[in-house]
Nanobody, 113 residues
Framework: QVQLVESGGDLVRSGGSLRLTCAGS????????MTWHRQAPGKAREWVAT???????FYADSVQGRFTTSRDDAKNTLYLQMNSLKPEDTAVYYC???????WGPGTQVTVSS
């Protein structure tokens, strides 16, 4: 069974950093396109980043240069390193197996000004 579980969300001050973790099970995260998304209160879910099986990464303009996604194949885990956080980054963050359309339950990130 394909499953994803995010963790690492927290309350952080503006300018701070967090690293989110997405643990995969039932499939190798290295073999599929994995994506990160976020949903702020009252807003639609939006795409944040993509990590392709070959290692290529893609980022939304709003996070380019501040966020980095990577993975640890041995741990079957995806990461989202978030630096220079802004209050507008406040949202629930989700990872997704893009090919099976499986989502994790999400983890809350709150950035205070």
């Amino acid at each position: 069974q394909v499953q994803l579980v995010e963790s690492g969300g927290d309350l952080v001050r503006s300018g701070g950093s967090l690293r989110l973790t997405c643990a995969g099970s039932g499939f190798p995260v290295s073999d599929v396109i994995m994506t990160w998304h976020r949903q702020a209160p009252g807003k639609a879910r939006e795409w944040v980043a993509t990590l392709a099986p070959g290692g290529a990464t893609f980022y939304a303009d709003s996070v380019q240069g501040r966020f980095t996604t990577s993975r640890d194949d041995a741990k079957n885990t995806l990461y989202l390193q978030m630096n220079s956080l802004k209050p507008e980054d406040t949202a629930v963050y989700y990872c997704q197996n893009f090919e099976s359309k499986t989502w994790g339950p999400g983890t809350q990130v709150t950035v205070s000004s």
